[in-house]
């Protein structure tokens, strides 16, 4: 007897639970047809002056029946040679930096607000590590690209590529229907960062850089068949969608910091960060998005190239093949030793020390754990990356929700500009007769 023969016939009480009774077989393909659709990007129109310091609106054209993917396009002129000994540089994660926040509307009401720090964090919580090599080339994650430095000398235009992190972005299931809003508007505001938080001017001057041109948004539109073209201008709509909250910033000092969430709707996770104030150094000036307690007074170090910083080892590390993510800190610079969430006086989970928050939690939950080992999660769902809900906590029948955390001593010569708290939640968006809006306000 073969032995895959003999394999087949040690059949036994136990292989019931297997292959009793089966309902698939694995050689013999099943598949379902879809309905007939197309996709095409279209370029939008903003009213206003998009740049440095504004704030412009789009209204979505209705092209198509639905929107999935927002890019917003941005070209930026590089570094000139003439301005290398001034040490003037753009921020690293240029892209990110540009956008301080981005608003949807529908019909006038606000349904979701993104935020460039918030952009950043997500995509180090969610991002499959087989894209970060061009995700990090879309947004401008090396300044040197952008500086005609290490890795491009030339001086030519760089574009940005910034994909927006809405719900009906990241889901082609939750695609806005377009066609049921006939009697609502929907409307994309960005608020554009000003030109000295995005530029390291160095002992040169702001004038060293041309302005960034080119700016436009690009939407994903779906294209219905006629059926379902009429199916969904016709019908109701309820979608379950995601929703980012965040109230400011808070103080943050050395010891012990007791934080009030105001909150509300369930909410999937808890983020955190610790926002440190830029020095007079100009190292530390192209860290935005450094949340660290690491002394930025040793720039020669893995630590400091892996969270952004100026550093001597950037001619050693930076390549082609290489991104800032390849480089991994050596120490724990999570600022916060241990946190602990109260909810009306009670405890959610006994005190955790701050490596719980910044390396455990994300690898339960999250498809990465972040290079930058500063960004603090709490989840209450399974799975806070899927659109199903496997888990959460209701902060609108939370009557007092505190977050407890101790916070190390800052950086030499740095204090602390505050800590960053983010919320995850759930809300339903109600499309009827033609209007759009959310089924629970805050």
């Not at 012990?256 to 440190?276: D, G, Q, S």
């Not at 007769?433 to 089924?439: E, I, K, R, T, W």
């Amino acid at each position: 007897m073969g032995g895959g023969l003999l394999q087949l016939v040690a059949y036994g009480a136990q292989d019931v639970y297997l292959t009793g009774n089966p309902q698939i077989t694995f050689f013999k393909v099943v598949y379902r047809r879809h309905t007939n659709f197309a996709i095409e990007a279209i370029q939008q129109t903003f009213n206003g002056n998009a740049g440095y310091g504004n704030t412009v609106t789009c209204q979505i054209s209705r092209n198509g029946d639905l929107i999935n993917r927002m890019y917003l396009q941005v070209d930026v002129p590089k570094k000139k040679t003439a301005q290398a000994a001034t040490n003037s540089t753009y921020q690293n994660y240029l892209g990110l930096r540009l956008i301080k926040s981005v608003v949807i509307e529908i019909g006038g009401q606000q349904i979701d607000k993104h935020y460039s720090d918030w952009l950043y964090i997500w995509n180090e919580l969610s991002l499959p590590m087989g894209k970060r090599y061009a995700y990090d080339t879309m947004v401008g994650a090396d300044k040197d690209i952008l500086n005609g430095g290490y890795v491009n000398s030339d001086i030519t235009n760089t574009t940005l590529y910034i994909p927006f992190e809405f719900w009906f972005c990241r889901n082609v299931g939750l695609a806005l229907p377009l066609i049921a809003l006939q009697y609502h508007e929907v409307k994309v505001k960005i608020d554009f960062e000003t030109k000295p938080n995005c530029i390291s001017v160095g002992t040169g001057a702001l004038t060293d850089f041309e302005d960034i041109k080119n700016i436009s948004l690009w939407a994903d539109y779906i294209f219905l068949d006629t059926d379902e073209r009429r199916r969904f201008a016709q019908l109701s709509h309820e979608y379950l969608i995601e929703q980012l909250q965040f109230t400011g910033t808070e103080p943050l000092v050395a010891g012990t910091n007791r934080i009030k969430l105001n909150f509300n709707h369930p909410c999937k996770e808890l983020i955190w960060v610790a926002k440190v104030a830029p020095s007079s150094t100009t190292v530390n000036k192209t860290r935005w998005y450094d949340y660290t307690n690491l002394d930025v007074a040793d720039d020669n170090t893995s630590e400091s190239l892996a969270y952004g910083n100026d550093s001597a080892l950037g001619g050693q590390y930076t390549s082609n093949y290489l991104v800032i993510s390849d480089v991994k800190p050596k120490t724990n610079s999570n600022p916060f030793t241990n946190a602990i969430l109260q909810l009306n006086g009670n405890d959610r989970f006994a005190v955790r020390e701050g490596d719980y928050f910044n390396y455990v939690q994300p690898f339960q939950h999250h498809t990465n754990v972040p290079v930058n080992n500063s960004i603090n999660v709490y989840s209450f769902a399974l799975k806070p990356e899927d659109h199903q809900p496997s888990g959460t906590l209701n902060m609108s029948r939370i009557d007092t929700a505190t977050l407890m955390v101790t916070a190390k001593s800052a950086p030499t010569n740095q204090s602390y500009q505050g800590i960053n708290i983010y919320a995850v939640n759930y809300n339903v968006l109600r499309i009827l007769s033609g209007m759009g809006g959310l089924a629970y306000s805050n």
